[in-house]
């Protein structure tokens, strides 16, 4: 079995085993989109991909904003610079900078404000 192959395996596992803390979400934001100046509203195809994610960390600013950092198999996701959104829990997210895009993992920061 390939190193790849290997890695790959173990990440599932590692995210099976992370059971209790993994948490289903869904990526969302609007592709091709267009504008229609007459009637004033954004319309597009809606692009959307359900992926489990695992919080690293959680923090709560002065401004009460919460950030949390994520973690994202990239085999889930190949480029999450595409959604702007992050549906979890039934609360939506911006999408913040992405910490980390390796081959197997995404670490990326969430935010509600």
């Known amino acids: 079995m390939a190193l790849k192959a290997k890695i790959e395996k173990a990440l599932v596992k590692a995210f099976n085993a992370l059971q209790d803390l993994a948490l289903p979400a869904v990526l969302t934001d609007l ?5 229609d100046f007459s009637t004033r509203v954004a319309s597009g195809e809606s692009i959307t991909k359900n992926v489990e994610l695992v919080i690293v960390d959680s923090k709560k600013s002065k401004a009460n904003t919460t950030t949390r950092e994520i973690l994202i198999r990239s ?13 979890m829990e039934g609360e939506s997210w911006s999408i913040g900078p992405i910490i980390y895009n390796g081959q197997f993992i995404t670490s990326l920061e969430i935010s509600d404000g």
């Open 75 to 87: 085999t889930e996701v190949i480029d999450v610079s595409r959604y702007g959104k992050l549906v």
């Open 31 to 35: 592709s091709d989109s267009a504008f």
